[in-house]
């Protein structure tokens, strides 16, 4: 089983603050995800990245695949309360089904 | 499209009662999957299926049955509950670019 560690587990920021979270492993993945989850609601995928070093960004996100593909980040500048949520890294190793994450619970206050 | 729906949306059951979580998709695709999600755990996947008539087990598969009659229905059957299967539960319906679309979740609580 390849295992997904996320953090922080929990951040708590100010409106219009910038932040990153982080998702790490031992093994590396042919591929990664991120996903935001609401209260009451399944997740929603965000972005998927295929290549080490690979950096995408969707508007105010900016998300980063590691050189070894062992790796990911997730940078949000000048948050909003919108973006107040779980969010979920999760990869799929070569051959194998995709492994989530903990989770990373944010909270943007107005 | 109404893409993944599940039902019921929450119940309640009492230890050793049995029953079904139904899901559905309408995007005709082949890979399905069940996940429980519990509290600083993420989502752990219980049982999947690559098309019509295969199923396969998961993670946490012990104390769940699935079956695929469908390409649209992917059931999650409990056998005889346990308060360790309080949760909540998404169906997942995956595009052939392992893209994955989540229904809206069911509730459970066993007492």
């Known amino acids: 089983t390849q295992l997904l560690e996320q953090s922080p587990q929990f951040l708590s920021i100010q409106e219009g603050e910038n932040l990153t979270v982080y998702c790490n492993s031992s093994?590396?993945?042919?591929?990664l995800q991120w996903y935001r989850q609401e209260p009451g609601e399944g997740p929603v995928l965000l972005v998927t990245v295929v290549t080490g070093g690979e950096v995408k960004k969707l508007k105010r996100l900016t998300f980063q695949f590691g050189d070894a593909r062992k790796d990911s980040s997730l940078h949000i500048t000048a948050a909003q309360p919108g973006d107040t949520g779980l969010y979920l890294c999760?990869?799929?190793?070569?051959?194998?089904?995709?492994?989530f994450g903990e989770g990373t619970q944010l909270t943007v206050n107005p | 499209n109404a893409g993944v729906t599940q039902t019921p949306k929450f119940q309640v059951l009492k230890t050793g009662q049995s029953m079904t979580l139904q899901c559905a998709q309408d995007m005709n695709h082949e890979y399905m999957s069940w996940y429980r999600q519990d509290p600083g755990m993420g989502l752990r996947l219980i049982h999947y299926?690559?098309?019509?008539?295969?199923?396969d087990q998961g993670e946490v598969p012990n104390g769940y049955n699935v079956s695929r009659s469908t390409t649209e229905d992917f059931p999650l059957r409990l056998l005889s509950a346990a308060p360790s299967q309080t949760s909540v539960y998404f169906c997942?319906?995956?595009?052939?670019?392992?893209?994955?679309?989540f229904g809206p979740g069911t509730r459970l609580t066993v007492l």
């Open positions: 997942a319906s995956t595009t052939a670019g392992n893209e994955q679309f």
């Open positions: 999760a990869g799929i190793a070569s051959g194998s089904r995709l492994t």
């Open positions: 299926s690559v098309g019509a008539g295969i199923t």
């Open positions: 093994s590396v993945f042919s591929s």
